[in-house]
């Protein structure tokens, strides 16, 4: 059988055999917690609590700010003994509230259970933004923006991302094969939210216990389970919407202008705690892996918990660090350091030594085109990169530079090593500049 | 073959007619002025006037709009050619060049973590706000040196970028290019600076750099109208700056440089013969 999938795109080494086995395993909470103001795609939330002040769990810290934002929560019950700015995970110091656990972990009491059936869709809406509900695949976009479509675009399908495409990563892996029934609990309200029927879990071939597993749970429910082809990035928006469906989202447009919304399984899963439990979103699964940690886990962890404190718990390092990683190493972010805290957005940490790391001095462009070939989004990255080297905004956006997702695989397959994706990252940053100034 | 040239020849004098027509009918009167200005101006259409380039300057000042003395690279030379021209009385600005107010290559200051991305300091600077520990060094990468029309900008092997005192004429385009804000225009005259743009204070700047200002008040107190300290960094007071070289030698990290006695370690520049031009002084 020919599994689904898109066009272009690479297989790298999906190395996910060390963790992949592995339960998920509750992280005991740290010493103190440092939960940035700043953990989603949009305005940053407005703190609201003092130092001094006594929190519990799932209390609001900082509140959203405009439509695109969402509420930070406290992740523990405990002191809150700091409100300044700490190392964030973008590199610089960024407002965050410290906390400071008193073992407790007492709920709000104020939070209160509710039955998805008596909840019409706006009020379910309500509770998924108040629950401060992001994208869990990395991304964090806020999920009550994608939910609420504007008025002429109509949805008719869901689809569900249980594709974990980017290598190391089998925090989603272990949700699927373990917490079945929250995730199909979620698909079904959302189902609700977004008034559709069809809903479709993508997930790659790597993963035949899951697949499996969902089959047999979904059954009852309606909610198809779509293998797709292990391909990276399968597991981004618009490749898995052409893969299992066949539509390309147009250019600058969004999943929305082809009648879909995508939700990662994960934001599924937490959409179902926020309405059933009332609960935010104060914890998440990450997978801890790479070969500089003695113990690869996936560890469910409260989201503030320094870095530091997740390597404690998978048997600490093996050598001296390298490259610190949050996320995946194709789209991942890169620390300065382990004092930095995990926030909703880390879906995993990696941890690489000089030995694992392949660094050369980037050379000139051959033009093998193996960049064109492999750009699931059909541009010219070289192009588009030595445009940006020369500043030639226009020139780059004539070449559909704002189009790119930035997954890494022209900078992967590169045999210069040129630096493609920042480049590229460059002119947006320019064309986007020169947009705000007209 | 006659019928040939009979026809294209008259096609030729029908259309050299119809040229001659629309030459005198459509005529745009220049402004003598306008051209005569833009003969003397340099032509490097660096837009340091605020104009797009040189002619549209050359019009603005023919128009009487513009100002004769706002062309830096022209020089006091420029300003007293264009008001002859205009017949006005002009007086040339005081001559300004960019100064680098760093010295912190990379055998002298840290760096928070390995760049390998795209040579380009505004790229870099997007990332972890640079590869620098300190805020606000030269990154190195040289996004000056390629904004520079006057080629007047060199990258040390270090990592440092130093600014020819003779070659810059103060068009300003390196100034705006520089994501950290490290290039400052400065009196041409005044030779001697404090090269560093760290606000951070003393304890910081050592555990990242050799030779930044640490906001010690050692200069200000031996010559108390040429310095003044701000959020720990200290600034030549460029009214004063004749007196300031006296404080050099008691600066304990030797981040005060004076120009005339030599660039910053690495730079392939000539000591400058200094004062470079006197005139100003007179």
Partial sequence: ?438 | MLAAVLSIGGIGLVAAAALGVAAKKFAVEVDPRELAILEVLPGANCGACGQPGCSGYAKGVADGTLAPNLCPPGGADVVEKIARIMGIEAVSAEPQIAVVLCQGDNSKATQKYRYLGLSDCNAAQKIADGPKTCPGGCLGLGSCQRACPFGAIEMTPEGLAVISREKCTGCTKCVAVCPRQVIRMTPLAATTHVLCNSHDKGPLIRKYCQIGCIGCHICKKTVPDAYAVEDFLARVDYAQHAQAAAAIEKCPTKCIRDFSSGYPQGSSFASPTVPVKTETAA
Avoid at chain 1, 19 to 44: N, T
Avoid at chain 1, 161 to 169: D, M, R, S, T
Avoid at chain 1, 196 to 218: F, R, S
Avoid at chain 1, 331 to 356: C, H, K, N, Y
């Fill in chain 1, 1 to 438: 059988m020919t599994l689904k999938t898109f066009t272009g795109g690479l297989h790298p080494p999906d190395s996910k055999q060390s963790s992949a086995h592995k339960p998920i395993e509750r992280c005991p909470l740290p010493a103190e917690l440092v939960i940035p103001a700043a953990q989603h795609i949009g305005a940053p939330a407005e703190i609201c609590v003092a130092v001094g002040d006594q929190v519990k769990k799932g209390q609001v810290i900082a509140q959203a700010k405009g439509f695109v934002s969402v509420p930070i929560h406290a992740s523990t019950s405990g002191e809150v003994i700091a409100v300044e700015p700490r190392l964030h995970p973008m590199g610089r110091a960024l407002p965050a509230v410290v906390i400071k656990p008193d073992g407790l972990d007492q709920w709000d009491e104020t939070l209160t259970a509710n039955d998805p059936g008596q909840l019409d869709a706006e009020e379910l809406k309500t509770l998924v933004r108040e629950a401060g509900i992001v994208g869990l695949g990395g991304a964090t976009f806020p999920a009550h923006v994608k939910l609420s479509p504007p008025e002429g675009k109509t949805i008719d399908t869901l689809i569900l991302n249980g594709v974990e495409c980017e290598p190391y990563l089998t925090a989603d892996h272990r949700l699927m094969l373990e917490q079945a029934e929250r995730i199909i609990d979620g698909i079904n309200i959302l189902r609700k939210i977004l008034g559709v029927k069809t809903a479709i879990i993508g997930i790659e071939a790597n993963k035949p216990d899951a697949i499996a597993h969902l089959e047999k749970e979904c059954a009852a429910h309606d909610i198809q389970v779509q293998p797709l082809k292990v391909q990276y990035p399968q597991g981004a928006e618009k490749q898995l919407i052409d893969a299992c469906l066949g539509r390309q989202v147009p250019s600058g447009g969004l999943p929305m202008d082809c009648g879909v919304v995508v939700q990662n399984v994960g934001t599924c899963a937490a959409i179902s705690d926020a309405v059933r439990l009332g609960r935010p979103l104060v914890e998440r699964i990450a997978t801890v892996t790479g070969p500089g940690i003695s113990e690869p886990k996936n560890l469910l962890i409260a989201i503030g918990t320094p870095l530091q404190h997740l390597v404690d718990q998978c048997g600490g390092l093996e050598g001296e660090p390298a490259k610190i990683i949050m996320g995946g190493p194709m789209m991942g972010q890169t620390q300065l350091s382990l004092e930095v805290p995990a926030i909703r957005g880390t879906s995993g940490l990696l941890i690489f030594r000089e030995q694992d790391l392949q660094i050369k001095p980037a050379g000139p462009c051959i033009r093998c085109g193996r960049c064109i070939s492999v750009c699931p989004i059909h541009l010219q990255p070289t192009t588009i990169a030595a445009y940006a080297r020369l500043e030639l905004i226009d020139e780059a956006e004539s070449y559909h530079a704002l189009d790119c997702i930035e997954c890494g695989c022209c900078t992967y397959i590169c045999p210069a090593t040129l630096p493609l994706v920042q480049s590229i990252r460059h002119a947006k940053g320019g064309i986007m500049a020169k947009r705000r100034k007209l």
